[in-house]
């Protein structure tokens, strides 16, 4: 790289935040990854998770903030938003590592179940990317503005553990993606959604280390052999999405998921 060159993945100067960012799982690798590519970041995450919060930000090393934030309200999303641009004087990234899931039969599963995981996960990710894209265009991101919403590798199918109303929410999340991408696209701000295979371990997963058998069958499925590592395999590709390294993708669905999806 020339000196002339400006390093399309840094930073520096622009302000990122970053939902379920509070206990240790992909959100706060992504909130450590994007400060130390120099951006001014703020970590969010559900009010009952204020403590894990303050723990997570005290790993960066740059300039950050917290606040709490429930993606299912409203408010809480546009408080989210106005609090970026108050601390930090702008919004440039925002990324969404929130999510819920449940590991339920579908006869077991009931309506308010379904409704919940539909809130937290289809419509958490449409409130976030609609207050995002808002916010950018009230006041345009000098670079254009980055949004990465979180689906799964069960977008566009399903797995051998019965969760029907996690797989249907992420399947949404898709079409959340493609749809607000095409409405955002022409002010310059992209949409774009990554769909991770396995990642072990997290808050979502570390249960899995009680059934060693299901580990091996979800590494079987990837054409790499083994199961995504949180510190080694996930920052990359969200660092490709939240910088202008991505400047002519939106609309995107790119999966993690070491060649599960790719069969
Ligand atoms: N870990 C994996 O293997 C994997 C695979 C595919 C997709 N994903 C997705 O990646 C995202 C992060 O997963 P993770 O493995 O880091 O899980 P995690 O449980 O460690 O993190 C999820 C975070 O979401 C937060 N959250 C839940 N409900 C919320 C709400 N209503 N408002 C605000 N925050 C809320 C939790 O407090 C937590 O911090 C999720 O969307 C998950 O579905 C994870």
Redesign the pocket.
């Given at each position: 790289m020339s000196e002339a060159t400006p390093d399309m993945f840094d930073l520096t100067g622009e302000t990122a935040v970053v939902?379920?960012?509070?206990?240790?799982?992909?959100?706060a690798r992504a909130a450590q990854e994007l400060s130390r590519r120099g951006a001014n970041v703020v970590l969010a995450?559900?009010p009952g998770?204020a403590d894990d919060l303050a723990a997570s930000a005290a790993t960066l090393a740059g300039p950050c903030s917290t606040a709490t934030?429930?993606?299912?309200s409203e408010d809480d999303v546009s408080a989210l938003m106005a609090h970026a641009v108050a601390t930090f004087g702008g919004l440039d990234v925002v990324v969404n590592?929130?999510?819920?899931?449940l590991r339920k039969e579908f006869d077991q599963t009931t309506v308010e179940d379904f409704e919940r995981l539909l809130r937290?996960?289809t419509l958490?990710n449409w409130l976030l990317a609609r207050a995002a894209g808002v916010q950018m265009l009230a006041a345009p991101p000098a670079r254009g503005g980055r949004i990465v919403l979180?689906?799964?590798?069960y977008a566009e199918r399903v797995g051998p553990i019965p969760e029907s109303a996690y797989y249907a929410s992420?399947a949404g999340v898709v079409n959340v993606t493609r749809a607000l991408a095409q409405e955002l696209g022409p002010h310059d701000v992209r949409v774009n959604c990554l769909a991770?295979?396995?990642?072990?371990p997290?808050?979502?997963?570390a249960a899995l280390d009680e059934t060693p058998d299901r580990l091996e069958w979800f590494a079987a499925r990837t054409m790499l052999g083994r199961n995504?590592d949180p510190d080694h395999d996930f920052t990359g590709p969200l660092v490709f999405l939240s910088t202008p390294a991505s400047s002519f993708v939106t609309g995107q669905v790119l999966y993690v998921d070491g060649g599960w999806s790719a069969w």
């Amino acid at each position: 790289m020339s000196e002339a060159t400006p390093d399309m993945f840094d930073l520096t100067g622009e302000t990122a935040v970053v939902v379920g960012a509070g206990i240790g799982g992909l959100g706060a690798r992504a909130a450590q990854e994007l400060s130390r590519r120099g951006a001014n970041v703020v970590l969010a995450d559900h009010p009952g998770r204020a403590d894990d919060l303050a723990a997570s930000a005290a790993t960066l090393a740059g300039p950050c903030s917290t606040a709490t934030c429930d993606v299912t309200s409203e408010d809480d999303v546009s408080a989210l938003m106005a609090h970026a641009v108050a601390t930090f004087g702008g919004l440039d990234v925002v990324v969404n590592c929130a999510g819920a899931m449940l590991r339920k039969e579908f006869d077991q599963t009931t309506v308010e179940d379904f409704e919940r995981l539909l809130r937290v996960n289809t419509l958490g990710n449409w409130l976030l990317a609609r207050a995002a894209g808002v916010q950018m265009l009230a006041a345009p991101p000098a670079r254009g503005g980055r949004i990465v919403l979180m689906s799964t590798v069960y977008a566009e199918r399903v797995g051998p553990i019965p969760e029907s109303a996690y797989y249907a929410s992420k399947a949404g999340v898709v079409n959340v993606t493609r749809a607000l991408a095409q409405e955002l696209g022409p002010h310059d701000v992209r949409v774009n959604c990554l769909a991770p295979g396995v990642f072990y371990p997290t808050g979502m997963t570390a249960a899995l280390d009680e059934t060693p058998d299901r580990l091996e069958w979800f590494a079987a499925r990837t054409m790499l052999g083994r199961n995504g590592d949180p510190d080694h395999d996930f920052t990359g590709p969200l660092v490709f999405l939240s910088t202008p390294a991505s400047s002519f993708v939106t609309g995107q669905v790119l999966y993690v998921d070491g060649g599960w999806s790719a069969w």
